[in-house]
């Protein structure tokens, strides 16, 4: 199973919660992935220049500097969009980051860990799991 870590879980993990860190330690004792989307990556990064927070820079460095580089699949783009679709004619609004998180989820088959399951509940096909219950 592949893991992809939505920007609440890394910023829960920078902040240094233990069980964070332990769920992901359980996730790669069983041979699961764990990934880091380039639109994750980018949240959190403008969030730590933002405030400046040179230390957790160097720590987000330090475990996801050396992540495979990851393609994001041109199927993906239609599947972002028909989402966006489907939530705004529903009435649901969610940001583009979260739908382009979401498609790139549901394209690849992985699994998005997120505390922010009733956000990305709305969204069909999609799997999510949440590790701070």
């Known amino acids: ?45 403008r969030g730590l220049l933002k405030v400046n927070a040179v230390v957790k820079q160097a720590a987000f460095l330090s475990v996801f500097a050396d992540a495979p580089s990851i393609s994001l699949p041109a199927d993906m783009w239609e599947i972002a969009a028909r989402i966006h679709s489907d939530l705004t004619s529903s009435g649901i609004v969610i940001g583009d980051l979260d739908i382009l998180i979401a498609a790139f989820c549901i394209i690849q088959n992985y699994t998005l860990v997120t505390n922010n399951t009733r956000h990305f509940e709305r969204i069909n096909e999609l799997a999510i799991i949440d590790w701070m219950e």
């Open 1 to 45: 199973m592949t893991y992809v870590l939505d920007t609440n879980i890394v910023t829960y993990w920078l902040q240094g919660r233990e069980h964070i860190r332990q769920k992901r330690d359980v996730a790669l004792e069983n041979n699961h992935s764990i990934i880091i989307p380039p639109m994750v990556f980018y949240e959190v990064w």
